[in-house]
């Protein structure tokens, strides 16, 4: 079983920048892929980046590509989306998930709100 915690997101002016955590329990995070994910109202939930277990393997969705960075600390159970140059069409819910590799997404955290403002 695996708990996850989004934390970081707020409100953000066009262009800023903010930085998502997502903190795991359990001893066994290194083993997942950990992935983002974002949704708004009345829209099914949107992938936007994940890493593999290792940090090695990093995949974006075009639309956040070059401006969103996911990363890992393996040591602190943690995955985060640094995300730069935010655009108006950012804004949603971003949630974190973790999944065996090649496998669903098994946990989802309950989602941090995200609102960028023109």
């Known amino acids: 079983q695996v708990q996850l915690v989004e934390s970081g997101g707020g409100l953000v002016q066009a262009g800023g920048s903010l930085r998502l955590s997502c903190a795991a329990s359990?001893?066994?995070?290194?083993?997942?892929?950990m992935g983002w994910f974002r949704q708004v109202p009345g829209k099914g939930r949107e992938f936007v980046a994940d890493?593999?277990?290792?940090?090695?393997?990093?995949a974006y969705a075009t639309s956040v590509q070059g401006r969103f960075t996911i990363s890992r600390d393996n040591a602190k159970n943690t995955v985060y989306l640094q995300m730069n140059s935010l655009k108006p069409e950012d804004t949603a819910v971003y949630y974190c998930?973790?999944?065996?590799?090649?496998?669903?997404?098994?946990?989802w955290g309950q989602g941090t709100q995200v609102t960028v403002s023109s």
């Open positions: 998930a973790a999944g065996y590799p090649g496998l669903a997404y098994t946990y």
């Open positions: 359990g001893r066994t995070f290194s083993s997942y892929t």
């Open positions: 890493i593999s277990w290792n940090g090695v393997s990093l």
